[in-house]
């Protein structure tokens, strides 16, 4: 694991794409991939999406760029999707193809990488779940399982992280 911190700039610009992101979403009626389990919780989630996004790539000194409405895009160069969730576990949807997919945690002012995984050797049955039963399964890499330093793919690397 390894922790990154943002500064209050990096805070308010992350916050401020999760914003974009969250009012777009509203604005054009877009259906949440899950309810609410208080309010906000969408808001909130974009917001910290977005800040981990920007943590990773200041943890492996890429470009962070603030997208809205760029949904099937990687997230960071051309290939790397970002998860952030409160646990640290990697949710990879079944429509990830070929992506590398990285586990981070945290909250303002501080986010956790976990490690990474590639999309297509995530999609193992035993990790396959609806934990909420809303119908929407994804896969669930538990933390022990994720890979940690450099991200590669046969001989081709995206990203070193310390």
């Known amino acids: 694991m390894a922790q990154v911190e943002l500064t209050y700039q990096e805070m308010v610009l992350g916050c401020t794409v999760g914003l974009h992101r969250h009012t777009e979403s509203v604005a054009k009626r877009r259906t949440p991939h899950f309810p609410e389990k208080f309010p906000d919780q969408m808001l909130l989630s974009h917001q910290l999406g977005a800040c981990a996004e920007l943590a990773f790539c200041k943890l492996v000194d890429r470009f962070y760029s603030p997208t809205v409405n760029t949904f099937k895009a990687p997230d ?38 976990h490690g990474w995984m590639w999309s297509e050797d995530a999609k193992r049955d035993e990790w396959k779940a609806d934990p909420n039963g809303w119908g929407k399964p994804a896969y669930f890499v538990p933390k022990d399982q994720l890979r940690r330093g450099k991200i590669k793919r046969e001989g081709k690397q995206v990203a070193s992280v310390n």
């Open 76 to 113: 960071v160069g051309d290939d790397i999707e970002v998860r952030w969730s409160n646990n640290g576990l990697l949710k990879v949807r079944p429509d990830d193809v070929n992506v590398f997919c990285v586990a981070m945690s945290g909250n303002l002012p501080e986010f956790v990488y």
